[in-house]
Structure formats: structure tokens, C-alpha cells
């Protein structure tokens, strides 16, 4: 009698752990992705900046292209403020040093974007753009 108490007790304790794991896995896997917005990308236009060596000296100019990743509701924001955007980075741009190479007409890209993304942090706030992609840079 004991024998038969004992193995049926297991086999309930069996079939409810397996019926409980079964319930947890399909839970877990049947539950859908929350679907994020997917980003746009916000173009600025072109924006002329000064390359600047180190010491303070003004070795020339670059044109640059940027896109700026955003999230969908943010982009009609970014556009209107544009304007302000542009002013933050020409603001910044005259005091960073950006110019590289042997004659300093080659802009530092990484520094450059360093500024875009600091620029967009002040006019925006933090969060808003995501990233700045720089599609074109020319020295002028």
C-alpha cells in the first residue's frame, strides 16, 4: 500500500512540475515583442564649419553633411529646430580643434560628431537624437 501511495504521489508531483514548466516555457515564448518605432534619419543640410588647429589657428573650412538619427515622433521637433541646432554646433565648432593632417585641411570626423551629438544634447535634450551619421565631409 505504501509502494502505491508513494508512486502516485510522485507522479502527481511529476506531472504538475512538467504541466508547470510547459505552462512557463509557452508563456515566455508566445509572448510578443513590444514593437519599437523604428528611427528616422533627419537631415541637416550643409553645414559649414571652421577646422581649427590646437593652438587656435584657423587652417580652413569643411562642409559637412549630417543625418540625425531620431525616433518618428521626434522628427517634426528636430526639423523646426534646426535653426537652433545649426547656432549650438557653429557656437561650438570655432572652439574645437578639428583639423588634422599635414596641412589641417582634413577634418577630425570623430571630433566633429562629438559636437553634433553635444549640440543636439543642449537644443533637444537628452535622448532625442540618437546619433549623427556624417554622410559628407569637404574641405572648402
Do not use: C
Not at 507522479?11 to 510578443?32: M, N, T
Amino acid at each position: 500500500m505504501n509502494k502505491i501511495l508513494i508512486w502516485g504521489a510522485s507522479l502527481a508531483l511529476g506531472l504538475g512540475a512538467g504541466g508547470a514548466a510547459v505552462f512557463g516555457a509557452e508563456q515566455w515564448f508566445s509572448a510578443a515583442p513590444i514593437a519599437a518605432e523604428p528611427p528616422v534619419f533627419v537631415p541637416t543640410g550643409a553645414v559649414l564649419a571652421p577646422l581649427v588647429f590646437p593652438d587656435g589657428r584657423l587652417a580652413g573650412y569643411a562642409s559637412f553633411e549630417v543625418e540625425l538619427e531620431v525616433m518618428q515622433g521626434e522628427s517634426a521637433l528636430v526639423k523646426e529646430h534646426m535653426p537652433l541646432l545649426l547656432n549650438a554646433i557653429n557656437m561650438r565648432t570655432h572652439r574645437t580643434p578639428m583639423a588634422s593632417g599635414p596641412d589641417g585641411l582634413l577634418p577630425d570626423l570623430k571630433r566633429f560628431q562629438q559636437v553634433v551629438v553635444e549640440a543636439a544634447g543642449e537644443v533637444f535634450g537628452a535622448g532625442v537624437v540618437r546619433r549623427a551619421a556624417i554622410t559628407q565631409a569637404k574641405p572648402m
